[in-house]
């Protein structure tokens, strides 16, 4: 598992800086920087708190990645120690990206 750190703080996942998600998604298929890319599993504050409010944050989460180009994509998961979403402001997933995305 990847640890992540999150500064989305729009999304109701986040929790001081982590995710309250076990798994998350990145997305941008044919990304080739950070920009293109984003958190397909943001949601933003106000929905799913029920779904939030039985779990902690965690550090250590699967991430899912669809970013073909991303030298830690391997066979779609993320195989980076640590990554980070960024995004602090955002209202929407197109506002958010993976901060530690790498071109191969």
């Given at each position: 598992?990847?640890?992540?750190?999150?500064?989305?703080?729009?999304?109701?996942?986040?929790?001081?800086?982590?995710c309250r998600r076990d798994?998350?998604?990145?997305?941008?298929?044919?990304?080739?920087?950070?920009?293109?890319?984003?958190?397909?599993?943001f949601s933003p504050k106000?929905?799913?708190?029920?779904?939030?409010?039985?779990?902690?944050?965690?550090?250590?989460?699967?991430?899912?990645?669809?970013?073909?180009?991303?030298?830690?994509?391997?066979?779609?998961?993320?195989?980076?120690?640590?990554?980070?979403?960024?995004?602090?402001?955002?209202?929407t997933n197109g506002e958010?990206?993976?901060?530690?995305?790498?071109?191969?």
């Amino acid at each position: 598992m990847t640890r992540l750190d999150c500064n989305v703080t729009g999304c109701a996942y986040n929790s001081s800086n982590s995710c309250r998600r076990d798994n998350i998604t990145v997305g941008g298929r044919e990304a080739n920087k950070s920009s293109e890319t984003v958190c397909n599993s943001f949601s933003p504050k106000g929905t799913n708190t029920l779904l939030n409010a039985c779990c902690g944050p965690k550090k250590e989460t699967q991430v899912s990645c669809d970013a073909l180009n991303c030298r830690f994509n391997d066979s779609k998961i993320c195989a980076a120690d640590h990554i980070g979403i960024a995004g602090r402001h955002a209202v929407t997933n197109g506002e958010t990206e993976c901060g530690s995305f790498e071109p191969k």
